[in-house]
């Protein structure tokens, strides 16, 4: 490494270059004396050393590395030599974050690599001040950290001359990329990008920073987008071996992952508070829920046990959230309650322990949870799981399960994102002020299904008045003016709906949102709401401008927020809870508490509930149920799939789906047979209000809008598998 000392263990050097160089020398020199000088280490890690001959040679990458694994300086250090190389001028280099809060935490650490070679770096997001953002337009900065919300505000806005800010992008590094890749932003991200590549004129490298996950070459696929089979591209992963996502149940779980794990039995929040406020007292602890309401429950509970606790989730106000992570990277004996939200790289100093409770829905995101711990030389990772309901045992040891067969879930797009295409139509005719009617598909470079098979729904904006034809240009319609041109057509911008809620503030400080029931429902005495962990009396309430005024108060308040997934549970983690009621343990420790639940599961329950070959019907009276442990999402499908047996007013759960009163082993052998194996799937019934959670559906034909629900219901090849695997009736054999 040139002036750098090899590393202790020689790790560092695995896969030396076929020409025996050092690709370590390849850095630019200046970079290198800071490695060493600034940085202090005495050598690259493995991940940073394998991402330099790649990223310097121009091609897309995904970098995989868990939580804390350098991640960030592997994408950084090769850019900036390149940079420095080849003589990049103006804003080159773009990079990408899902979360406003991650970038705030970044910003300073590229900047000072940048400021090595005489560049720097600059921050745009949402609550980035106009006066920082004029400085930008004006004196552009090497590398801008940005979100793709912001990045689309700039190709849209009238202040930004994008061509003269973004023109010159050479690279974009997107970080946590599998969080984007999971859910509709990162459909708007991949479009974004090639939009980007029409105003630079060439193809830009991509760079995504992940964590584990179980498809990583998919993941570069998804990522590359049109440039995908075009351009060379790499997934580096030293030293990982990853489980095919395929086969949840394949491994054997002979193997006991690095990190000390337990999981127990407290059966309800409060008892979860005393625990917490009794065990590792002088230690950092960082506590994840499943929901804002959950942490706010829990902060006020440990507060009231005298314990130094600090909250964070998304309904609290950003200084709120930056006031408790700052004070918690500070305090030594204190506790932070926070939703996924601190899940991503944010730093918040020096942890001691993670603490769980009940579960998270996927491996991947115990992955980035468990890895906030064992930081510090000569510390484990850790994480202590407080299961608050039998139901939630049972997942929680599910999903340690897979954990410990090394199973991490495949990151796949959404299905048919046709709201989306609807959106990129109308920002791509902001962004240009007129599209060809017939050219328009060229602006995202072919990329399906940006492409001509977006035809119908570019013909339904021109008919529904949000699109204006003059001969062959279109324009922004009074229709696209009315539905989103409030602040500058800001919606547009964003993938994501966010529900209704009310600005709570105490004097002139904003404490944060709250869900408006909270403001409406009936109920006895003061109305008292919880937020930051504490009680709020309110005491006025301005409806038009959705703002609730407050003063502290003793107790008694209430937190409440809808909205949330409504698919359940995955078929991989509901098997796997199967597995659990069947026999299998996680390779975890479990407390007394947890064992003798897990022992009254399956001794009581999993009899009438499981069949150790198979899935099992049952019946109790007139309830009868299909016991599949398919997930919400397969068991939907099935339902939909064989409507002449399935009871026609349920909602389908994760485990089972109920099935007609007067089902026999006939009618089942005729929907079956009608079912053709599995190869005559439907998709699932979907309410037509469920629409309006899909944001911009009021541009699509409400056909293709509901299509786009129901196939985001729909588990096909979950639903396929359980119904070609063996089902029993009681104990009558239906295969």
């Given at each position: 490494?040139?002036?750098?000392?090899?590393?202790?263990?020689?790790?560092?050097?695995?896969?030396?270059?076929?020409?025996?160089?050092?690709?370590?020398?390849?850095?630019?020199?200046?970079?290198?004396?800071?490695?060493?000088?600034?940085?202090?280490?005495?050598?690259?890690?493995?991940?940073?050393?394998?991402?330099?001959?790649?990223?310097?040679?121009?091609?897309?990458?995904?970098?995989?590395?868990?939580?804390?694994?350098?991640?960030?300086?592997?994408?950084?250090?090769?850019?900036l030599?390149?940079?420095?190389?080849?003589?990049?001028?103006?804003?080159?280099?773009?990079?990408?974050?899902?979360?406003?809060?991650?970038?705030?935490?970044?910003?300073?650490?590229?900047?000072?690599?940048?400021?090595?070679?005489?560049?720097?770096?600059?921050?745009?997001?949402?609550?980035?001040?106009?006066?920082?953002?004029?400085?930008?337009?004006?004196?552009?900065?090497?590398?801008?950290?940005?979100?793709?919300?912001?990045?689309?505000?700039?190709?849209?806005?009238?202040?930004?001359?994008?061509?003269?800010?973004?023109?010159?992008?050479?690279?974009?590094?997107?970080?946590?990329?599998?969080?984007?890749?999971?859910?509709?932003?990162?459909?708007?991200?991949?479009?974004?990008?090639?939009?980007?590549?029409?105003?630079?004129?060439?193809?830009?490298?991509?760079?995504?920073?992940?964590?584990?996950?179980?498809?990583?070459?998919?993941?570069?696929?998804?990522?590359?987008?049109?440039?995908a089979?075009?351009?060379?591209?790499?997934?580096?992963?030293?030293?990982?071996?990853?489980?095919?996502?395929?086969?949840?149940?394949?491994?054997?779980?002979?193997?006991?992952?690095?990190?000390?794990?337990?999981?127990?039995?407290?059966?309800s929040?409060?008892?979860?508070?005393?625990?917490?406020?009794?065990?590792?007292?002088?230690?950092?602890?960082?506590?994840?829920?499943?929901?804002?309401?959950?942490?706010?429950?829990?902060?006020?509970?440990?507060?009231?046990?005298?314990?130094?606790?600090?909250?964070?989730?998304?309904?609290?106000?950003?200084?709120?959230?930056?006031?408790?992570?700052?004070?918690?990277?500070?305090?030594?004996?204190?506790?932070?309650?926070?939703?996924?939200?601190?899940?991503?790289?944010?730093?918040?100093?020096d942890?001691?322990?993670?603490?769980?409770?009940?579960?998270?829905?996927?491996?991947?995101?115990?992955?980035?949870?468990?890895?906030?711990?064992?930081?510090?030389?000569?510390?484990?990772?850790?994480?202590?799981?407080?299961?608050?309901?039998?139901?939630?045992?049972?997942?929680?040891?599910?999903?340690?399960?897979?954990?410990?067969?090394?199973?991490?879930?495949?990151?796949?797009?959404?299905?048919?994102?046709?709201?989306l295409?609807?959106?990129?139509?109308?920002?791509?005719?902001?962004?240009?002020?007129?599209?060809?009617?017939?050219?328009?598909?060229?602006?995202w470079?072919?990329?399906?299904?940006?492409?001509?098979?977006?035809?119908?729904i570019?013909?339904?904006?021109?008919?529904?008045?949000f699109?204006?034809?003059?001969?062959?240009?279109?324009?922004?319609?009074?229709e696209?003016e009315?539905?989103?041109?409030?602040?500058?057509?800001?919606?547009?911008?964003?993938?994501?709906?966010?529900?209704?809620?009310?600005?709570?503030?105490?004097?002139?400080?904003?404490?944060?949102?709250?869900?408006?029931?909270?403001?409406?429902?009936?109920?006895?005495?003061?109305?008292?709401?919880?937020?930051?962990?504490?009680?709020?009396?309110?005491?006025?309430?301005?409806?038009?401008?959705?703002?609730?005024?407050?003063?502290?108060a003793?107790?008694?308040?209430?937190?409440?927020?809808?909205g949330?997934?409504?698919?359940?549970?995955?078929?991989?983690?509901?098997?796997?809870?199967?597995?659990?009621?069947?026999?299998?343990?996680?390779?975890?420790?479990?407390?007394?508490?947890?064992?003798?639940?897990?022992?009254?599961?399956?001794?009581?329950?999993?009899?009438?509930?499981?069949?150790?070959?198979?899935?099992?019907?049952?019946?109790?009276?007139?309830d009868?149920r299909?016991?599949?442990?398919?997930?919400?999402?397969?068991?939907?499908?099935?339902?939909?799939?064989?409507?002449?047996?399935?009871?026609?007013?349920?909602r389908?759960?994760?485990?089972?789906?109920?099935?007609?009163?007067?089902?026999?082993?006939?009618?089942?052998?005729?929907?079956?047979?009608?079912?053709?194996?599995?190869?005559?799937?439907?998709?699932?019934d979907?309410?037509?209000?469920?629409?309006?959670?899909?944001?911009?559906?009021?541009?699509?034909?409400?056909?293709?809008?509901?299509?786009?629900?129901?196939?985001?219901?729909?588990?096909?090849?979950?639903?396929?598998?359980?119904?070609?695997?063996?089902v029993?009736?009681?104990?009558?054999?239906?295969?």
């Amino acid at each position: 490494m040139g002036a750098v000392p090899a590393g202790e263990t020689g790790s560092a050097h695995t896969s030396p270059h076929p020409d025996g160089r050092d690709p370590v020398d390849r850095l630019d020199p200046v970079i290198l004396h800071h490695v060493v000088n600034t940085l202090g280490w005495p050598d690259l890690r493995p991940l940073q050393r394998a991402a330099i001959d790649p990223l310097m040679d121009g091609e897309d990458a995904v970098l995989l590395a868990p939580t804390a694994g350098g991640k960030t300086e592997a994408a950084c250090l090769p850019i900036l030599s390149a940079m420095s190389a080849r003589r990049w001028s103006g804003t080159s280099v773009l990079y990408l974050c899902p979360l406003k809060a991650l970038l705030n935490n970044l910003v300073t650490r590229v900047d000072s690599y940048a400021q090595w070679l005489g560049r720097r770096a600059e921050l745009w997001h949402g609550d980035t001040k106009e006066s920082q953002r004029r400085r930008i337009r004006t004196d552009s900065p090497d590398i801008l950290l940005t979100t793709p919300e912001s990045l689309e505000a700039m190709l849209i806005g009238v202040k930004t001359d994008h061509a003269r800010l973004l023109g010159g992008i050479r690279a974009v590094v997107v970080d946590e990329v599998h969080a984007f890749a999971g859910d509709d932003r990162g459909w708007h991200l991949l479009a974004v990008l090639e939009r980007l590549e029409q105003v630079t004129g060439r193809p830009i490298q991509r760079i995504g920073l992940s964590a584990t996950v179980g498809n990583p070459q998919q993941l570069l696929t998804w990522l590359q987008g049109s440039g995908a089979g075009k351009r060379p591209g790499r997934v580096v992963a030293p030293g990982l071996t990853l489980t095919p996502a395929a086969t949840p149940t394949s491994a054997g779980g002979s193997l006991r992952p690095p990190g000390e794990v337990e999981l127990d039995y407290v059966g309800s929040l409060d008892n979860a508070s005393k625990l917490i406020a009794a065990l590792h007292r002088g230690e950092k602890r960082l506590v994840f829920c499943e929901s804002r309401r959950q942490v706010e429950e829990l902060g006020a509970a440990l507060r009231a046990r005298e314990v130094t606790v600090f909250l964070s989730h998304a309904s609290l106000s950003a200084e709120e959230r930056a006031r408790s992570e700052q004070a918690f990277a500070e305090a030594r004996d204190c506790v932070i309650v926070s939703t996924s939200t601190l899940e991503l790289g944010i730093d918040v100093g020096d942890l001691d322990r993670v603490i769980q409770i009940d579960s998270p829905r996927t491996v991947a995101s115990f992955l980035q949870r468990i890895g906030r711990t064992g930081r510090r030389p000569g510390t484990t990772r850790n994480c202590l799981f407080l299961a608050t309901g039998k139901d939630t045992l049972l997942q929680a040891a599910a999903l340690l399960l897979l954990w410990g067969r090394g199973w991490v879930e495949p990151v796949t797009p959404p299905p048919e994102p046709r709201h989306l295409v609807a959106q990129q139509l109308l920002a791509a005719t902001l962004q240009q002020h007129r599209i060809g009617d017939q050219s328009w598909q060229g602006m995202w470079n072919g990329l399906a299904p940006f492409d001509r098979s977006a035809s119908p729904i570019l013909r339904h904006l021109v008919n529904e008045g949000f699109l204006d034809e003059d001969g062959s240009m279109l324009f922004i319609g009074p229709e696209a003016e009315r539905r989103f041109g409030r602040r500058h057509f800001i919606e547009l911008t964003a993938s994501f709906t966010a529900p209704p809620q009310f600005t709570v503030l105490s004097g002139r400080n904003e404490i944060g949102q709250t869900d408006p029931s909270v403001l409406t429902e009936e109920r006895p005495g003061p109305r008292r709401l919880l937020l930051g962990g504490r009680s709020w009396q309110v005491t006025f309430i301005d409806w038009g401008r959705k703002r609730a005024f407050v003063e502290p108060a003793d107790g008694g308040g209430v937190a409440k927020w809808t909205g949330g997934s409504l698919a359940g549970l995955s078929y991989a983690l509901t098997r796997s809870m199967r597995d659990v009621l069947l026999g299998a343990d996680p390779l975890v420790s479990l407390t007394r508490r947890a064992e003798t639940c897990l022992t009254e599961w399956r001794e009581e329950d999993a009899p009438h509930i499981t069949a150790s070959d198979g899935s099992l019907i049952t019946r109790l009276g007139t309830d009868v149920r299909w016991w599949t442990w398919a997930g919400y999402r397969a068991n939907a499908t099935l339902a939909a799939t064989l409507p002449s047996i399935s009871d026609p007013v349920q909602r389908p759960t994760d485990c089972y789906v109920r099935l007609r009163e007067d089902l026999t082993p006939d009618m089942w052998q005729v929907a079956r047979a009608d079912a053709d194996g599995g190869n005559a799937l439907v998709l699932p019934d979907v309410d037509h209000r469920a629409v309006h959670g899909l944001k911009f559906s009021a541009a699509l034909p409400h056909r293709l809008a509901m299509a786009t629900v129901a196939a985001r219901l729909a588990d096909f090849d979950g639903a396929r598998t359980t119904l070609q695997g063996p089902v029993r009736f009681h104990t009558e054999s239906l295969t």
